[in-house]
T-cell receptor
Framework: IAGITQAPTSQILAAGRRMTLRCTQD?????MYWYRQDLGLGLRLIHY???????GKGEVPDGYSVSRANTDDFPLTLASAVPSQTSVYFC?????????????FGPGTRLTVL | AQSVSQHNHHVILSEAASLELGCNYS??????LFWYVQYPGQHLQLLLK??????LVKGIKGFEAEFIKSKFSFNLRKPSVQWSDTAEYFC?????????????FGIGTKLQVIP
């Protein structure tokens, strides 16, 4: 069982370009999340999905969009990348939306926008 | 909305020293509490969690945390740290009722253990 995979591992992107970060889980978890991790700011939620077909905005959603067409995949798209989106992006999942569930994290994508 | 404060942003300890990392949260209702650890170059993984019962919870690798409701605290402890405990530690809180979405993380504490 792979758990959560993310692709790419790292990427350097020119400002203004469109980029999709991929996230796939094989645990059949209902809930999925995208976080960005920045020095001194910890993890901040970008978008979430409690179940396939539904999504919601987190703490820092501007400039990002997500879709949840099926249970396994939760791609994050930057429509027009800006340097402030330079960060490490983590995808996570939970069995359900319950507050007691543990979150499982992917290995992360390191994105640099120049 | 809840918030999480981690007071120590960078901690340096010698091996065998005792560790206590502070975590305080603000939320008016019942919460579930988590500590996650991120070892260098790795993704976050659960260290321990509390959602009911004994307020002293034990996690992996000899870590424990105590939930003190009156102080809104969930401090992480380990009696004797090892070099391999060098990592970043994140406290997180989730309201007990309702779905996900509101897991809020602290900004993290970087622990450096010197051999």
């Amino acid at each position: 069982i792979a758990g959560i995979t993310q692709a790419p591992t790292s990427q350097i992107l020119a400002a203004g370009r469109r980029m999709t970060l991929r996230c796939t889980q094989d645990m059949r978890h209902n809930a999925m999340y995208w976080y960005r991790q920045d020095l001194g700011l910890g993890l901040r939620l970008i978008h979430y999905s409690n179940t396939a077909g539904t999504t919601g905005k987190g703490e820092v959603p501007d400039g990002y969009s997500v879709s949840r067409a099926n249970t396994d995949d939760f791609p994050l798209t930057l429509a027009s990348a800006v340097p402030s989106q330079t960060s490490v992006y983590f995808c996570a999942s939970r069995p359900s939306g319950s507050g007691t569930d543990t979150q499982y994290f992917g290995p992360g994508t390191r994105l640099t926008v120049l | 909305a809840q918030s999480v404060s981690q007071h120590n942003h960078h901690v340096i300890l010698s091996e065998a020293a005792s560790l206590e990392l502070g975590c305080n949260y603000s939320y008016g209702g019942t919460v579930n509490l988590f500590w996650y650890v991120q070892y260098p170059g790795q993704h976050l993984q659960l260290l321990l969690k509390y959602f009911s019962g004994d307020p002293l919870v034990k996690g992996i690798k000899g870590f424990e945390a105590e939930f003190i409701k009156s102080k809104f605290s969930f401090n992480l402890r380990k009696p004797s740290v090892q070099w391999s405990d060098t990592a970043e530690y994140f406290c997180a809180v989730n309201p007990f009722s309702g779905g996900y979405q509101k897991v809020t993380f602290g900004i993290g504490t970087k622990l450096q253990v010197i051999p």
